[in-house]
């Protein structure tokens, strides 16, 4: 095969770029890069790294080669693998990559080397053919160079996204111990997740707040219109359902959610959602919505 198509196929799975290693692997010579160099078949992106043609690259294309710049084993982290991952947005500006400590690597313009001790099997990923960290690597050292509202949603896009482990991110969190912004990651999970129990423990959760609070006692666990909800007052018509993660979090579950919200709506039914998160950052307001609804205090349920 010419080596020029080995080249292009090699340019089509890796995003329009490819290492000096790789095209010697393929059969080049040096002396036939430096030919492409000089006819523009190649550019020159960092030292030992080439974008293939002239097109424009994209996102995936640019953090690739600051990861082949950056020799075997290097990974996209921090900022950039958050941003490979859909976690927050990509900005303008340097690419992360992480490195083992023993190795030595000169400085690149527009990549930041991180350093790691060690890395684990469990922390290492591939998304798009970029080697990065994993999701749950990632958000722990995200944690270490954001602000904690920018983790917050972090979290809270890893949910959205389906790709939070809370097994992994406990695991990838405990083989970071010490290191910078631990300490906030676990404060954010304090806020952002759900007791390892069941939907059982929120629903507890909820009727401990509205009984401190002074409201009546709903019923648990009837059916209403044909459908079992979790808390309800039956003069009031006022339903409260538990909208924990673990069992509404899928899209299927969130489409039957709302189908029988419509219908217990069209009933003549108030129904409240509530999440952990709401139950633990902003319990007055949903004492407040309860009271409201409840008529003041509320009266004795049936």
């Known amino acids: ?82 941003a490979l991952w859909d976690l927050r947005s990509a900005a303008s500006g ?3 990559v992480l490195v083992l400590r023993r190795r030595t690597i000169r400085r ?3 990549i930041v080397i991180r350093t790691t001790r060690s890395i684990q099997p469990a922390d290492i990923a591939m998304k798009e053919n970029v080697p990065c960290t994993s999701v749950s690597r990632t958000i722990v050292d995200l944690a270490a160079v954001v602000t904690p509202r920018a983790l917050d949603r972090a979290l809270e896009q890893s949910m ?9 991110l406990m695991g990838a969190l405990a083989r970071a111990s010490g290191r910078r912004g631990s ?13 390892s129990g069941t939907r059982s423990e929120l629903e507890r959760r909820i009727l401990e707040l509205i009984r401190d609070s002074g409201l ?17 007052w039956l003069d009031q018509r006022v339903i409260v359902e538990a909208d924990g993660s673990r069992h509404h979090g899928t899209p299927q579950a969130f489409e039957r959610d709302r189908q029988r919200d419509l219908e217990l709506t069209l009933a003549g039914w108030h129904v409240i959602r509530i999440t952990w998160r709401q139950l633990v950052e902003r319990p007055e307001q949903i004492v407040g919505t309860l009271r409201k609804l409840l008529g003041g205090e509320g009266g004795a349920s049936h």
């Open 1 to 82: 095969m010419h080596l020029d198509v080995k080249i292009a196929e090699l340019a089509e799975r890796q995003h329009s770029v490819v290492a000096r290693h790789q095209l010697l692997d393929a059969g080049g010579t040096e002396a036939g890069i430096r030919y492409r160099i000089a006819v523009r078949r190649l550019h020159r992106l960092h030292p030992g790294v080439y974008a293939v043609g002239l097109g424009r690259l994209r996102l995936e294309g640019i953090y690739l080669a600051a990861v082949l710049a950056c020799g075997a084993g290097a990974m996209l982290s921090h900022r950039s693998a958050a």
């Open 94 to 96: 340097p690419v992360d």
């Open 108 to 110: 690149r313009p527009g």
């Open 160 to 168: 959205v996204l389906g790709l939070y482990d809370h097994e992994a």
């Open 183 to 195: 300490g906030m990651l676990r404060q954010s999970l304090a806020k952002l997740t759900e007791p």
């Open 216 to 232: 009546s006692q709903p019923l648990a666990n009837i059916r209403i219109a044909g459908y079992e909800v979790d808390l309800t």
